[in-house]
């Protein structure tokens, strides 16, 4: 028979919840969660700099951030190394792609912020587990969380398209079926009520082509 409490001993992130506020030191000065208020956020972590596939991601979100940026979204990536070795691994990229990315990397040395938002499995030895990504609304809610394996890199289009679907469907009118593209119509949300249903009976199911 248990006869304590059941409580988590570390706050973690959760989808349409608050994000876990942050402040922390990175390649561009300290970054704030409260100072992209505002804004679309996507935060994404990787488990260590210079390992290959860490790098080409980074590589195309750097080519990518301009896209983000016209869409009112900001990047910010995380690392569990220091900053001195993001800004070494930022020189390294530069020198053998041309590109250096502008966005910030923030430390985690302490896994803290990793912890926070459920990067890490419990009992973990690494930081072999921290390789996700959040997207943060402009009240500062979380609005989708991915998570790959550290053998796997993530489609910086993808991750775009995510952005955009969940910008379009921010009002709760309609929803983004799958492979939805900006553009594309928005699906009518399923109806939850008795009269809601009533309603939607012999209309289409798209939200007048909605984007």
């Given at each position: 028979m248990?006869?304590?409490?059941?409580r988590?001993?570390?706050?973690?992130?959760?989808?349409?919840?608050?994000?876990?506020?942050?402040?922390?030191?990175?390649?561009?000065?300290?970054?704030?969660?409260?100072?992209?208020?505002?804004?679309?956020?996507?935060?994404?972590?990787?488990?260590?700099?210079?390992?290959?596939?860490?790098?080409?991601?980074?590589?195309?979100l750097?080519?990518?951030?301009?896209?983000?940026?016209?869409?009112?979204?900001?990047?910010?990536?995380?690392?569990?190394?220091?900053v001195?070795?993001?800004?070494?691994?930022?020189?390294?990229?530069?020198?053998?792609?041309?590109?250096?990315?502008?966005?910030?990397?923030?430390?985690?040395?302490?896994l803290?912020?990793?912890?926070?938002?459920g990067?890490?499995?419990?009992?973990?030895s690494?930081?072999?587990?921290?390789?996700s990504?959040?997207?943060?609304?402009?009240?500062?809610?979380?609005?989708?969380?991915?998570?790959?394996?550290?053998?796997?890199?993530?489609?910086?289009?993808?991750?775009?398209?995510?952005?955009?679907?969940?910008?379009?469907?921010?009002?709760?009118?309609g929803?983004?079926?799958?492979?939805?593209?900006?553009?594309?119509?928005?699906?009518?949300?399923?109806?939850?009520?008795?009269?809601?249903?009533s309603?939607?009976?012999?209309?289409?199911?798209?939200?007048?082509g909605?984007s």
């Open positions: 248990f006869d304590g409490d059941i988590e001993p570390t706050p973690i992130a959760r989808l349409d919840e608050p994000a876990p506020r942050f402040e922390a030191r990175s390649t561009t000065g300290t970054v704030r969660l409260d100072d992209h208020r505002g804004r679309w956020i996507m935060l994404f972590a990787h488990p260590a700099d210079f390992t290959p596939v860490c790098t080409s991601e980074f590589v195309a750097a080519r990518a951030s301009g896209n983000f940026q016209a869409i009112g979204c900001d990047l910010i990536g995380l690392s569990v190394d220091s001195y070795a993001h800004l070494a691994w930022l020189e390294r990229i530069e020198a053998d792609f041309g590109i250096r990315p502008a966005f910030p990397l923030i430390e985690d040395p302490s803290a912020i990793s912890r926070a938002y990067m890490v499995h419990p009992g973990a690494t930081t072999a587990t921290v390789r990504v959040f997207v943060i609304d402009p009240d500062g809610v979380l609005r989708a969380m991915v998570h790959y394996p550290i053998n796997v890199g993530r489609s910086v289009g993808e991750l775009l398209r995510l952005v955009k679907a969940l910008q379009a469907t921010a009002d709760g009118r929803v983004a079926g799958e492979g939805w593209q900006e553009g594309d119509p928005l699906l009518t949300p399923a109806p939850d009520t008795a009269r809601a249903l309603s939607a009976k012999g209309s289409s199911w798209y939200a007048g909605a």
